[in-house]
């Protein structure tokens, strides 16, 4: 069984440029979401899907370093870089993620996975209905899902985030093309924001980190933010999936 995580880089942001490569205690944002998706025991392989643009190089040398190959591809057509990383590969199933979820817990990757791969889901992930924070994002789909949606999504924003075609089309949604499943929480954390999009969620992260360290698990850093709401209420008025929503403004 081959699943390979493919994570999303680039230097380029409307919101906060270069925000993968600024740095707390020494280490870029890119570096410390490499180091948690490595210690998840499911995946096979991950790669880092980045662009064909100025100081993409900078995140190739982090990925250089941590052993990790890379792809560059279209800046726009995101759902093409993230086909075009996996093609020859072929793997069984694919793990997406973003690189602007700096804190991204392997447990929950991992259990993603699991669910996924316990029914033969084409599609897994805990957010068709999100109760996990925002930057615990996770994706599961088979490789088959998306050499589909590579040849049949037409609308930008299908292009430019991935998976939408695979999740509007799945059972979940109402669907038919795929089978999917949303891995929920107990409780809704889907207010608090583990992301990094703009200054105010980078100062988040950081407090989280200088406080608590890069090796806890999710619910640790929440903890510390509802003991610490001066920081917690920083990104608050921010809004999730603002990109996808704008996306959607220009199909």
Known sequence: MKIIAVTQARYGSTRL???????????????IHLERILQSKKITKLKIATTNEDKAEKIIEIAT????????????????????????????????ITSDCPLIDPMIIDKVISVCLSSDYDYVSNTLIPTYPDGMDVEVFKFSALEKAYNEATLKSDREHVTPYIWRNSSVKGGKLFSSFNVANKYDYSNYRLTVDTLEDFQVI????????????????????????????????????????KSLLND
């Not at 440029?17 to 570096?31: A, F, H, R, Y």
């Not at 941590?66 to 793990?95: Q, W």
């Open 65 to 96: 370093k941590h052993h990790i190959e890379t792809y560059k591809g279209s800046i726009d057509d995101v759902l093409e870089r993230f086909y075009f990383c996996l093609k020859n590969e072929k793997p069984d199933y694919v793990v997406r």
């Open 206 to 245: 950081r407090a989280l980190i200088e406080s608590n360290g890069i090796n806890k698990g999710w619910k640790e850093y929440i903890n510390f933010l509802d003991k610490n709401p001066n920081i917690k209420n920083l990104n608050i008025n921010n809004v999730r999936n603002e990109g996808y929503q």
């Open 17 to 31: 440029q270069g925000k993968v490569l600024k740095e707390i205690q020494g280490m870029t944002l890119l570096d």
